[in-house]
């Protein structure tokens, strides 16, 4: 029984460590943010070449997504779409093993 | 991983687009040899590439008090090595892109050689120096998994420096720098993605073992030892 769902008690233990590191590293560290590493890498960048972040201009034009809502909205249909993949082809997988058996 | 638009000079956007070129254009070359020669390859491509998707857009966060988000890669490069991975990876790119302004059409090339070709490249050469050993299968996916996550960020650490040498030190020293921006927050990451990319791996092996056998992705008496001790 614990041989056969190995990998799955695994997973269940590396998301809950995974959680409480979060946790702990968020009530250590007071000053964390937790902002995206590609601003922290942006900001580096500033703090090398002396050029304020405001100064770096897009090379090509980019729309942003005028709030942080609707940004997270476009990543959850991201997340959406993968999902949709990986559900549907399980689902045929799942289907086509039924079939033989019967 | 994202290097946002405009925070790459021109000249090297140009470079790392030139190298990715190549590697996009074999990557549909193979793409559309493998799905031609087994119809059973798109499933196995659906789910390695819904897990690149679901996985690229979760942003967690990690012990460096920042966020980053997993790559997902891993899977998709065992089974259709790097070049097909980069093709899935572009398109991911190029979704956050368009939409999300995470990374930008400038950078569009630099960040597919991060995420899309090296990364996956070393899960791949991890991959393949451990198949044929006795090295145990999943540890095998694991450890690709979880190197195609962190040599993506070394890749961007790397991009970086070299465009934004310090003035003390230069690329080295800049390259320290983004490292630990970048990789040292993803190694929790990388190990989360990777055991739940493992867990991924067993259901296929039980659903379908037949298509990884065929495309050759681990030996037969390996799926087939797996499956019944699973």
Redesign the interface.
Known sequence: ML??YR??I??IL??IA?CA??LY??SV?G????????????S??SK??GIPEES?????W????PSGEI?SA???L??A??????G???G???G??EQVKE | MHIMEGFLPWQWCLVWWLIALPCLALGIYQLKRVLKADREALPLLGVTGGFIFILSSLKLPSVTGSCSHPTGTGLSAIAFGPWITAVIGAIVLLFQALFLAHGGLSTLGANTVSMGIVGPLAGWAIYRGLRDTRVSMFVTVFLACAFADLFTYVVTSLELALAYPAQMGGVGSSFVVFMGIFAVTQVPLAILESVILVLVFKYIVQLRPGILVRLKVFPEGMITAARSDA
Do not use: C
């Open positions: 041989r056969k990998f799955e695994l997973a590396a998301i995974f590191l979060f590293t968020s560290m000053n964390a943010e937790f902002a995206g590493s590609d601003d922290v890498g942006s580096q960048i090398i070449t770096f201009h897009p090379l090509i980019q729309w942003v997504a940004e476009l990543f959850a991201q997340a779409i993968g999902g949709i993949f990986v549907w082809f399980f045929y997988w799942k086509l093993k």
